[in-house]
């Protein structure tokens, strides 16, 4: 079992930054890769960042490349999105998840935390 919190959210202004964490209890994060979703009202979910379990290799939605640095502590059982230069477009609720597939097929997302609330003013 592993339980996730995620914290940092809050309200911006455009072109300010946040870091989110999110931190793990129950057992080790190091054998998971990671992501990062936001999901927006009316819109789906969507992984906007991912990092492999080594922390070696990462993955950005285009929306946020270049913008946002996924990253992972894996001393203190922590992932954290560094959020530079947002825009209103990312005000979303945020979530971390971990992947349990062992980089073995396709991603399954099976351990969230409960989000946090990122608002981003023009």
């Known amino acids: 079992q592993v339980q996730l919190v995620e914290s940092g959210g809050g309200l911006v202004q455009a072109g300010g930054s946040l870091r989110l964490a999110c931190a793990a209890s129950g057992r080790s994060l190091s054998g998971f890769d990671m992501g990062w979703f936001r999901q927006a009202p009316g819109k789906d979910r969507e992984l906007v960042a991912a990092?492999?379990?080594?922390?070696?290799?990462?993955y950005y939605e285009d929306s946020v490349k270049g913008r946002f640095t996924i990253s992972r502590d894996i001393a203190k059982n922590t992932v954290y999105l560094q959020m530079n230069r947002l825009k209103a477009e990312d005000t979303a609720v945020y979530y971390c998840?971990?992947?349990?597939?062992?980089?073995?097929?396709?991603?399954?997302?099976?351990?969230w935390g409960q989000g946090t609330q990122v608002t981003v003013s023009s």
């Open positions: 990092i492999s379990y080594s922390g070696g290799s990462t």
């Open positions: 998840a971990a992947d349990t597939s062992y980089g073995l097929g396709s991603p399954s997302y099976d351990y």
